[in-house]
């Protein structure tokens, strides 16, 4: 059964950073690896996601603010976010698309959040 431990989130204040790690237990073989987060009353949204060929992709909201990245050896995805504002405070979900095997059909795992919270 694959595993989702998220860390990282906490409290900061606005400018400042914070760096989210997850990493995925069991042996597979992931796809895409991805951060959305979401904030009381609203949807989740998609933050960042990245590929397993190393292409990433980012909210406009957290272009050039936020980066994204992988460690392939250790099944673990990043998400470096500075000059944080307080619109970012949110609750941060990791996702990633993976498979069993390399012929096996792909499914889709959660991590069980992280909180971050930018005062102002």
């Known amino acids: 059964q694959v595993q989702l431990v998220e860390s990282g989130g906490g409290l900061v204040q606005a400018g400042g950073s914070l760096r989210l790690s997850c990493a995925a237990s069991?042996?597979?073989?992931?796809?895409?690896m991805a951060w959305y987060r979401q904030a009381p009353g609203k949807q989740r949204e998609l933050v960042a996601v990245?590929?397993?060929?190393?292409?990433?992709n980012y909210a406009d909201s957290v272009k050039g603010r936020f980066t994204i990245s992988r460690d392939n050896a250790k099944n673990t995805v990043y998400l470096q976010m500075n000059s944080l504002k307080p619109e970012d405070s949110a609750v941060y979900y990791c996702n990633i698309v993976a498979r069993p095997t390399m012929s096996s059909s792909a499914n889709e795992y959660w991590g069980q959040g992280t909180q971050v919270t930018v005062s102002s």
């Open positions: 990245i590929t397993n060929g190393g292409m990433t």
């Open positions: 069991g042996r597979i073989f992931i796809d895409v």
